[in-house]
């Protein structure tokens, strides 16, 4: 082979993998819009599996692959590119139509996602086929090969988030399929060269074509809060701009309205509003003044300024800026308002103009919160839950706002009188008001505050329930001022100092009063035994466990179906029982790809069991521990979209570097537990000191914080770049049939513990989880030492 085609081939596989990483990115974000972002996960998972299925082919018909790669493989790099956008495109149709919240409802329903799948299938095998071949045939380099794959990869997350900006999610799928097509020409032999660059222009020149005048419908599902929305006389979507945080469209209607838990003795009018929504959910209103504001006067949102008037406020996650429209009416003289996502402030904005007394942050609440060392007399947090519950939609989305840990942060920014204030939808089974009530309650004990009672108070309508945690406890005057309030309004105090029962239920009755009760166990100092014997998870969600909305317990799952029935126990947890669905069809097709065809294979391999032990174990370690440095720097980066890009495309690099450099290292099994044996004494000191370190390094500017990331991320990434191409090279010289087999389960395993991954982190935490990673990696060293005995 001579040194320029080399070069060109890695250009090749660079460029496919770049297109190939930028098409799952997008893939999860057109999914994630019609139909939710726990699909886009799972349907990912299961076509990545086309890996693993291009490993068993590749191992099945080696010979002839590889005897035919001049043709097959700028072929296979050309079907990857096509099918990327026809594979979306196809999923549209209604003979592939699907939908999330009938899975559980509608036997068909089950078919109709294994098509829906196995569509998205065929661009990730056809890629993998192609990346496979390049890496059988030419394994004596597979260090720069594999280097080029993953710095490739790494770039892919930056192109990403670039096309996010720049194009339309319909678009972005023909601009991926481009560069994949692309990739196909820089390997072309000279003898088919001509009519294969013909072809190649003129599928280039059709897909950018429909780039411009014909992308991709997104159909959003009808359960969707759009598709509701749009179902309203004369509403229009007035605009739509992409980003990374998502796809924001800017809805008009002379019908929709803003009353969020409005008393039911408000006898006015109610303001006509706009809305946003980002990839198909509610994102909020957007009021036409700020006078319009004062429908907020009438709701729980306003016990805060009924028992005082703050003159400094901090407003958290503001959205598109409701809640600092209010107090600014109120004539409060400096409002921080702090929101991430840069597209909702500017809609919002656009339509009404914060006054001076309004300061703008785009940062993410923790970030701020870590940075800022200001005091405030009030802290406004963004709801939690939905009106009518959200079927347990957001039970593996990570809530760094709403842990123990964050909760302690925001205790300390409040001056010696100051409040948070906080207000939760109503849901039943009650989940989300038991589960901050014990928030509340333990984040007061880990300050040293026996009776948690004395500082909280909450007031419930017919659907909400607004939370007052207090810094000192309420004095005589609040609580009568509570009093008043609810009187006045017809509302209900939930939790108060003095409280009565008959006081509870005066205005607006419960069928099950158990609400009562539960929150009085969970003030006292019984709430351990709660947390065993309720149905449902209140643990307080911590900095490891960021999961808030996660209240599945899979014991209770059965009794919950003897209760409400089999449909509608699903509903209540459909997010995390996704994830379990992801799970089992990961599990099912490894078994299908990899071990049925070991059974195939066996005569003709003679180190199955090390290949499956070793191959295996550096799968799950590498994704073990990619999860969990994901969650650990989007939290001490603060900016959540851009801090999965870095963490990804910074891994994956210098893994690609670590891989290059093992090019040139000739070593056997031992050298190669050593460099396991490093691996693991890294992750085992991150198992403990990692989360020490990134604490006290979040109020750093955000200079230091990308050099310590860096840091953080290059050192086991470097390292856990070597495994897998030295592994490689050692099997082909022992027995080179092994090898697309290996590469089969090397990736089979990464999607598998993807989904593996999710659950242990609910339901154990990261710490354990990067330390599974280390013991599957101990486990691959082990394998390497009882190969060398044998």
């Given at each position: 082979m001579g040194s320029s085609f080399f070069i060109r081939l890695l250009f090749s596989i660079g460029l496919l993998s770049v297109s190939m990483i930028a098409y799952q990115l997008s893939l999860m974000q057109y999914l994630s819009i019609v139909q939710w972002y726990h699909f886009a996960y799972m349907v990912i998972a299961i076509a990545l599996l086309g890996f693993g299925g291009a490993g068993t082919f590749l191992a099945v018909f080696r010979k002839t692959l590889i005897r035919k790669i001049e043709t097959l493989l700028p072929l296979f790099m050309a079907l990857s590119g096509i099918f990327m956008p026809l594979s979306i495109w196809m999923s549209g149709q209604p003979f592939a139509s699907f939908d999330t919240y009938l899975l559980f409802v509608e036997q068909k329903e089950v078919w109709r996602l294994l098509l829906f799948e196995l569509l998205f299938f065929v661009p990730f095998f056809f890629c993998a086929l192609a990346i496979g071949m390049i890496f059988i045939k030419y394994t004596g380099r597979i260090g720069q090969l594999y280097f080029s794959n993953l710095a490739g990869s790494g770039l892919g997350g930056l192109v990403a988030i670039f096309l996010f900006w720049t194009a339309s999610p319909g678009q972005i799928p023909f601009i991926t399929g481009v560069l994949a097509i692309l990739s196909s020409g820089f390997i072309l032999p000279s003898k088919k060269r001509h009519w294969w660059i013909g072809a190649t222009s003129l599928s280039v020149i059709t897909m950018l074509f429909l780039v411009l005048h014909s992308p991709l419908r997104l159909e959003v599902s009808q359960y969707k809060s759009l598709s509701r929305t749009l179902d309203l006389p004369d509403t229009k979507i007035e605009t739509s701009e992409n980003s990374p945080y998502g796809w924001l469209q800017y809805v008009s209607s002379p019908v929709l309205r803003y009353a969020p838990g409005l008393s039911l003795s408000y006898t006015g009018d109610i303001p006509v509003t706009d809305a946003i929504f980002n990839n198909g959910e509610w994102a909020g209103a957007v009021l036409?003044?700020?006078?319009?504001?004062e429908i907020l006067d009438h709701t729980t949102s306003a016990l805060a300024l009924e028992i005082f008037q703050p003159q400094n406020i901090l407003v958290l996650n503001a959205g598109t800026g409701i809640r600092t429209q209010y107090y600014s009416r109120h004539g409060v003289s400096q409002i921080d308002n702090v929101e991430p996502h840069p597209l909702i402030s500017d809609?919002?904005?656009?339509?009404?103009?914060?006054?001076?007394?309004?300061?703008?942050?785009?940062?993410?609440?923790?970030?701020?919160?870590?940075?800022?060392?200001?005091?405030?007399?009030?802290?406004?947090?963004?709801?939690?839950?939905?009106?009518?519950?959200?079927?347990?939609?957001?039970?593996?989305?990570?809530?760094?706002?709403?842990?123990?840990?964050?909760?302690?942060?925001?205790?300390?920014?409040?001056?010696?009188?100051?409040?948070l204030i906080l207000k939760v939808w109503m849901d039943y089974p009650y989940r989300n008001p038991l589960k901050i009530t014990a928030s509340f309650?333990?984040?007061?004990?880990?300050?040293?505050?026996n009776d948690p009672a004395e500082h909280l108070v909450a007031v419930r309508s017919w659907n909400t329930i607004t939370y007052l945690l207090k810094k000192n406890p309420f004095s005589d005057s609040e609580i009568q001022a509570v009093r008043d309030f609810c009187d006045r309004l017809s509302f209900d105090p939930l939790i108060l100092p003095g409280i009565s029962s008959a006081e509870r239920s005066k205005y607006n009755s419960l069928e099950d009063e158990s609400l009562f009760r539960l929150t009085d166990q969970l003030l006292s100092g019984d709430r351990k035994s709660l947390y065993r014997t309720y149905d449902f998870n209140l643990r307080p969600a911590t900095d490891d466990r960021p999961y808030f909305s996660q209240f599945l317990k899979w014991k209770n799952f059965s009794r919950l179906q003897e209760l409400f029935g089999d449909q509608s126990a699903s509903f209540f947890e459909l997010g995390?029982?996704?994830?379990?669905?992801?799970?089992?069809?990961?599990?099912?097709?490894?078994?299908?790809?990899?071990?049925?065809?070991?059974?195939?294979?066996?005569?003709?391999?003679?180190?199955?069991?090390?290949?499956?032990?070793?191959?295996?174990?550096?799968?799950?370690?590498?994704?073990?521990?990619?999860?969990?440095?994901?969650?650990?720097?989007?939290?001490?980066?603060?900016?959540?979209?851009?801090?999965?890009?870095?963490?990804?495309?910074?891994?994956?690099?210098?893994?690609?570097?670590?891989?290059?450099?093992?090019?040139?290292?000739?070593?056997?099994?031992?050298?190669?537990?050593?460099?396991?044996?490093?691996?693991?004494?890294?992750?085992?000191?991150?198992?403990?000191?990692?989360?020490w370190v990134l604490e006290r390094g979040m109020a750093q500017g955000f200079g230091v914080k990308v050099f310590l990331s860096l840091v953080f991320i290059g050192l086991p990434a470097f390292f856990m770049g070597m495994p897998f191409p030295l592994g490689l090279r050692y099997l082909s010289?022992?027995?080179?049939?092994?090898?697309?087999?290996?590469?089969?389960?090397?990736?089979?395993?990464?999607?598998?513990?993807?989904?593996?991954?999710?659950?242990?982190?609910?339901?154990?935490?990261?710490?354990?989880?990067?330390?599974?990673?280390?013991?599957?990696?101990?486990?691959?060293?082990?394998?390497?030492?009882?190969?060398?005995?044998v």
């Open positions: 036409n003044s700020t006078e319009d504001s809609f919002s904005t656009e339509t009404v103009r914060f006054g001076e007394n309004v300061q703008l942050y785009q940062q993410d609440a923790r970030s701020f919160l870590a940075e800022s060392r200001q005091q405030y007399q009030l802290i406004s947090l963004p709801d939690i839950g939905t009106f009518g519950g959200t079927a347990g939609l957001q039970a593996i989305q990570e809530e760094y706002l709403f842990t123990t840990d964050s909760f302690s942060m925001i205790f300390d920014r409040l001056e010696k009188d100051g409040m309650a333990e984040t007061l004990d880990k300050k040293g505050i995390y029982l996704i994830v379990g669905v992801t799970f089992v069809q990961s599990f099912l097709l490894a078994i299908i790809l990899i071990i049925l065809p070991l059974f195939l294979l066996k005569r003709r391999m003679k180190n199955k069991s090390w290949t499956l032990l070793y191959f295996a174990g550096i799968g799950i370690g590498f994704m073990f521990v990619e999860i969990v440095l994901i969650q650990r720097f989007i939290l001490f980066l603060g900016h959540p979209v851009y801090s999965v890009a870095a963490v990804i495309s910074a891994m994956l690099l210098l893994s690609g570097l670590g891989s290059w450099l093992s090019s040139n290292l000739q070593m056997g099994l031992g050298g190669i537990q050593k460099i396991l044996l490093i691996i693991v004494g890294i992750l085992v000191l991150y198992t403990f000191g990692l989360p010289e022992k027995n080179e049939q092994e090898v697309p087999w290996a590469w089969g389960i090397n990736g089979c395993f990464s999607v598998l513990s993807t989904s593996l991954a999710t659950i242990l982190a609910i339901e154990a935490g990261f710490s354990v989880l990067i330390f599974l990673g280390a013991v599957a990696y101990l486990i691959t060293m082990s394998s390497c030492f009882i190969k060398r005995r």
